[in-house]
């Protein structure tokens, strides 16, 4: 059966002017990799009828079944919530984003099926899953060093950078978070589930939209305001990278004696001088400047303030050794009392109003200073 669907998708028709699933040569030349079709009966066999067995994964719009192709390709197979639009929505955003793009940290999708009510993505699959899994909960199934950790941050944010700075259009990914960052057989990241993502053309400052994504990574702009910007997903990476080095999670939990969000824990930790207090004690050894610079720079990406966190591009520099990060411009992060209320705390964490319109000017000249050597 072929994904006649695809052809009610104006973005894709704006981007292609072809139909999904043709393999083609574009008016310029130039190749453009389109999805393969799967055959349901193909993805039944893969994965023994989508046996429980199978099952790698939940997600909120999908079960994830490992499957093995007939040539012995080993694949990820999602299939999503049938009934709801939501789903059906999903899946062409997930088609619509990643069929056309390719970098190393991002994970590949092989292709799609379309039959009769079942909306189907299949994936590469990741031997080592999400770092949720590896990272939290009572049943840590891996040990992850330092050097892995901090691959993984390096990892995602080159990721994160080619699709909000090299992609045309941009893309945010709007959902960065623990279960969303796969690992493959080596422990290099992937970021998955593009579910959520929206293309972001070059003319436009920011999108006004529902909210959509998971409480303790989103950004204080975009739960107040609906405003999304690329700096949101700079947001959730800031918190995801507090989770890496922690192994804790990003939600409301009990920590340093009250009740507050990991990021509100590590900046209390970071004025008293004590940001080693956040490190997983499953870390046995790693180099503390490099922790704490990771800590730091994290910080510079959860603040208030949308324009004064770092493009991508500059993460990755900060991440890296040869630069000074300056900290007389690092500002603190909206601190919340409970879900979704702002608390007054202090004037200097008040979220400015404007800060969402600046997506693409940030304060790149003076976070980070060229290394003294
Ligand atoms: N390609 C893959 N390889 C291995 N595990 C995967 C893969 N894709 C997803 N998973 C597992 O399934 C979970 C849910 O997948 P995800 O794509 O995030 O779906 P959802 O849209 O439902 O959140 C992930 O957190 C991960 O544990
Ligand atoms: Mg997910």
Not at 23 to 52: C, M, P, W
Not at 95 to 102: A, G, H, L, R, Y
Not at 288 to 312: I, N
Request: glycine share 8%; proline share 3%.
């Amino acid at each position: 059966m072929s994904c006649s669907c695809f052809g009610s998708s104006s973005l894709r028709q704006k981007r292609h002017g072809k139909h999904a699933n043709e393999l083609n040569q574009d008016e310029e030349g130039v190749s453009i990799v389109k999805t393969k079709n799967f055959s349901y009966s193909a993805l039944v066999g893969a994965t023994n009828n989508f046996h429980r067995s199978n099952k790698i994964g939940r997600g909120g719009f999908g079960t994830v079944y490992k499957g093995v192709l007939k040539n012995k390709r080993e694949v990820a197979v999602k299939v999503l919530s049938a009934e709801s639009k939501q789903g059906e929505r999903e899946f062409m955003t997930e088609i619509d984003t990643i069929s056309n793009v390719k970098h190393p940290n991002l994970v590949e999708l092989l292709g799609c099926c379309v039959y009769q009510h079942n909306r189907i993505l299949v994936y590469e699959y990741l031997e080592n899953s999400s770092i949720d899994r590896a990272l939290m909960g009572s049943q840590r199934s891996i040990k992850l060093d330092w050097g892995k950790r901090s691959a993984i941050c390096m990892g995602t944010a080159r990721g994160l950078a080619y699709l909000h700075e090299e992609v045309v259009p941009h893309i945010v990914h709007r959902d960065i978070k623990a279960s969303n960052i796969l690992l493959d057989e080596n422990f290099h990241p992937k970021i998955g589930d593009f579910g959520l993502a929206k293309l972001f053309p070059d003319d436009i400052t920011h999108i006004s939209t529902k909210i959509a994504g998971t409480t303790g990574y989103l950004a204080p702009e975009y739960v107040l305001g609906g405003q999304l910007t690329m700096k949101a997903d700079v947001y959730s990476f800031g918190v995801l990278t507090l989770e890496v080095v922690s192994g804790r999670s990003s939600g409301n939990t009990n920590y340093g004696g009250g009740q507050k969000l990991l990021v509100e824990w590590a900046w209390e930790l970071y004025e008293e001088g004590k940001l080693l207090d956040l490190v997983d004690t499953e870390l046995e050894e790693f180099p503390k400047d490099e922790v704490v610079r990771h800590m730091k720079v994290a910080l510079f990406c959860t603040q208030a303030t949308a324009s004064r966190r770092p493009l991508m591009s500059q993460v990755i520099k900060m991440l890296s050794r040869n630069v000074k990060l300056n900290e007389t411009q690092l500002t603190p992060p909206v601190f919340f009392e409970d879900s979704g209320r702002q608390s007054g705390k202090s004037s200097k964490n008040k979220l400015s109003e404007t800060s969402a319109s600046h997506q693409m000017s940030s304060f790149p000249i003076t976070i980070t200073e060229v290394a003294p050597r």
